[in-house]
C-alpha cells in the first residue's frame, strides 16, 4: 500500500477509506489493512533504505555523477 500511495500520488488516507476496505476484505477476508500513519512510517523506511543502498553504491566511484531530475509533477 505504501508503493501504490506513493506512486499514484493518493493521499495516506486512502487506506482507511471504508469502501477501499471493504473491496480488500472481499479479495481476502483476514486482511488487516494497516493505517495512514503505518503507511506514512512504511514510506519513510522505503525512503531511507533506498538511500542508503544508493549512498553505498556510490561511495568509491571516483568518476563524475551527473543528476537530472524533472520537476513536472502532474501524473499524466
Not at 29 to 39: D, I, L, Q
Amino acid at each position: 500500500l505504501a508503493m501504490w500511495c506513493s506512486t499514484r500520488h493518493r493521499p495516506f488516507a486512502a487506506v482507511e477509506d471504508p469502501e477501499f476496505r471493504e473491496i480488500l476484505r472481499m479479495l481476502y477476508a483476514k486482511v488487516e489493512v494497516p493505517s495512514r500513519f503505518t503507511v506514512s512510517r512504511d514510506i519513510q523506511t522505503i525512503l531511507d533504505e533506498t538511500t542508503a543502498r544508493l549512498l553505498q553504491r556510490f561511495e568509491n566511484f571516483k568518476g563524475k555523477i551527473h543528476l537530472c531530475v524533472d520537476g513536472w509533477t502532474s501524473p499524466n
